[in-house]
């Protein structure tokens, strides 16, 4: 019996490892069967070929002592463009041999947003391979390595603060291989306009007059060290390592790229618009199709933005009335006399910004149990609120979000910059808060990160700028619709937000294609936002070194819009807040094309629901009962 039963399971396991043995032969050398293993296969491959992704994800930190993520760094190849093309097309040569025929309708959209984004990054590769700027004042690479190793990488236990150390030694070899990207860029002509060379230079020079214990980088290290339960020896050793690298590797890489901007700086750019560099106006209708996920005419986005500026200045002129500021002035007039006004800011005192994150906090929370009224779900993972870091709090935007890891053990957290008391008005607190948190990006992003019925690229495979700012956005006017702005003043905050994005849509082209120079954006949002002169300086600059991201807010936002008025005119007394967001948050982060057929389903399924209750199904004294149970399940009469 024994021997019958060792047979069979010998068996059973000669046919289990031949059949994963031809699974993994079909997933790694040929066409996996199915579309969705493929594109997991190529999202695994390239969240491997990248350390900083894997401690970002946190996924596989239990398991560093197998694959060292945590003690690596990317290092710039010379072949990584023409490695980077030669895959991208035989991925989508991949892509286009799965027939439609099939496929499930998910496959199919899975299929679209995948094309699309992939044929997009490879005319950017083919075409334009040095059209970005790898050092400027917002996101440069001198800036996003200080803020990966301070707020990402774990130190959690011994092993992950001798990681951190490994990775500092790496931080020269790191921008050596930067600066092999710049020297190409400069010999293709492209050099950034001229504050970007003031701002960076700057930003350079202050990392290298750090001393040991002043950086960024042994302050924040040193200080979760001492968190951990370590001896006073180990202490010792951590502080010593931290204080050799920065000597060795961190301050010297900084030289490196500082010598760079220095010795190039006589070659700034005299123009600010995309439009000025080699190859500059078909590059900045590319970054439109990438960043809106539609295929508008620069044109067509100027004259959108000019309409909604005169919509929303209205609007806000109509309140300012009501509040008996004076009609003679404009709108941005009065706007910038508010955000002078005392009553509306901050005392500039030491625990300002320890007062703000408080309140900011506050709303946060409170925004959290409002919206559980909106949607079905609310995300599990936490948000946190942080100034921004100091060394880049000059030149950052008003607010970012960095989202939380796969496996919850780092929450999201919303940056605020609090480094000017005039970007904090009380009274644009509000939309800032709904904008980055709840129920804006953390909301969308962790409620992404979380829906295990995703594939894995479905989940975090693929980034919809339009779709992720656009849902920021409209969560601000949902924010208002749900009564969490109901003071006036919030109103005109969140609305002032709303002009702000809409003359993002005609500075923006403004610039890049309408060739205004920098001064004549600023003059332009200046007068119609009310903005202090330092955000719309900070704001300014950002388009100008991130051409065409600006686009996707109020093009996203207006698409969601147009969306729910759609299904609220056909659905009727059927429409159900909640089944739409569900409907627009359920599928990842997709292009606005796959939201629009997301919706459009919903649509269709909904009046299907309601065509069985009006064809009398539910006969017999078990009717009423019967169809009141049908109606709890799917919620055709809800009307939140």
């Known amino acids: 019996m024994i021997k019958k039963i060792l047979k069979h399971t010998r068996t059973l396991l000669l046919v289990t490892l031949g059949v994963g043995s031809l699974y993994i032969i079909n997933l790694f050398f040929m066409k996996p069967f199915s579309i969705d293993h493929f594109l997991s296969k190529e999202l695994i491959l390239d969240l491997t070929s990248s350390p900083e992704e894997l401690t970002y994800v946190g996924v596989l930190d239990e398991y560093n002592w197998l694959t060292n993520h945590n003690s690596k760094l990317s290092i710039p190849k010379e072949t990584d463009i023409i490695d980077g093309i030669e895959h991208t097309e035989k991925t989508i040569k991949t ?25 997009n990054q490879l005319r950017e590769l083919r075409d334009f391979p040095y059209l970005d700027y790898p050092l400027n004042q917002i996101g440069g690479i001198h800036l996003n390595t200080i803020e990966f190793m301070n707020d990402v990488h774990p130190i959690r236990k011994k092993s992950e603060a001798n990681d951190f150390i490994k990775r500092t030694d790496l931080i020269k070899e790191v921008y050596e291989g930067v600066l092999a990207d710049l020297e190409k860029q400069a010999m293709s002509g492209i050099y950034p306009p001229e504050f970007v060379y003031g701002h960076v230079i700057k930003q350079l020079n202050e990392f290298i007059e750090y001393s040991n214990e002043e950086h960024p980088l042994y302050t924040q290290f040193m200080s979760k060290v001492n968190q951990l339960d370590l001896n006073q020896e180990d202490i010792n050793y951590f502080e010593n390592e931290i204080k050799r690298s920065i000597s060795e590797s961190v301050t010297p890489g900084f030289e490196v790229l500082r010598d760079f901007m220095i010795r190039t700086q006589k070659y700034a750019n005299k123009n600010h618009g995309i439009w000025s560099q080699p190859g500059g106006d078909e590059y900045y209708k590319l970054k439109i199709r990438t960043f809106t996920t539609t295929d508008y005419s620069p044109e067509k986005i100027h004259q959108m933005g000019l309409s909604e500026v005169k919509r929303i200045s209205q609007r806000m002129r109509y309140i300012l009335s009501s509040l008996g500021y004076d009609e003679s002035k404009s709108v941005g007039e009065i706007m910038n006399e508010l955000n002078e006004n005392p009553d509306f800011l901050y005392a500039d005192t030491p625990d300002r910004k320890e007062i703000i994150v408080k309140d900011y906090t506050e709303m946060v929370e409170e925004a959290y149990e409002v919206m559980k009224d909106y949607f079905h779900t609310m995300p599990k993972s936490k948000v946190i609120v942080k100034a921004v870091p100091e060394y880049s709090e000059r030149t950052a935007a008003g607010g970012y979000y960095q989202s939380p890891a796969l496996d919850g053990s780092r929450p999201g957290v919303f ?12 009274y644009s607190m509000r939309t800032l808060a709904y904008h980055e948190a709840t129920p804006g990006h953390h909301h969308q992003i962790a409620h992404s990160l979380e829906n295990e019925d995703l594939t894995l690229y479905r989940r975090f495979g693929y980034y919809t700028s339009a779709f992720a700012e656009g849902w920021a956005l409209y969560s601000e006017i949902l924010a208002l619709e749900a009564g969490l702005a109901e003071d006036p003043y919030d109103e005109l905050g969140i609305l002032q937000s709303e002009l702000f994005r809409a003359v993002r849509l005609v500075v923006d082209t403004g610039m890049h294609y309408k060739k205004w120079t920098r001064e004549e954006a600023m003059k332009y949002m200046k007068a119609k936002t009310g903005m202090s002169d330092t955000e719309v300086r900070v704001e300014i600059e950002r388009y100008i070194v991130w051409p065409g991201q600006a686009l996707s807010y109020k093009v996203g936002m207006i698409k969601i819009l147009e969306l729910r008025e759609k299904a609220m005119s056909e659905l009727g007394d059927k429409f159900n807040i909640k089944d739409f967001h569900s409907a627009v948050l359920d599928y990842g982060n997709p292009p606005l094309f796959i939201v629009e057929d997301m919706v459009d389903k919903m649509i269709s399924e909904a009046g299907k629901q309601q065509d069985i209750l009006q064809k009398g199904i539910y006969g017999g004294s078990l009717g009423p009962w019967l169809k009141q149970k049908f109606i709890e399940f799917f919620g055709t009469n809800k009307s939140n």
């Open 415 to 426: 940056y605020a910059n609090l480094y000017d008391i005039k970007q904090t008005p009380t």
């Open 95 to 119: 892509l286009y041999k799965y027939d439609d025929s099939r496929l499930s309708n998910t496959q199919k959209s899975t299929k679209k947003i995948a094309i699309f984004d992939y044929e």
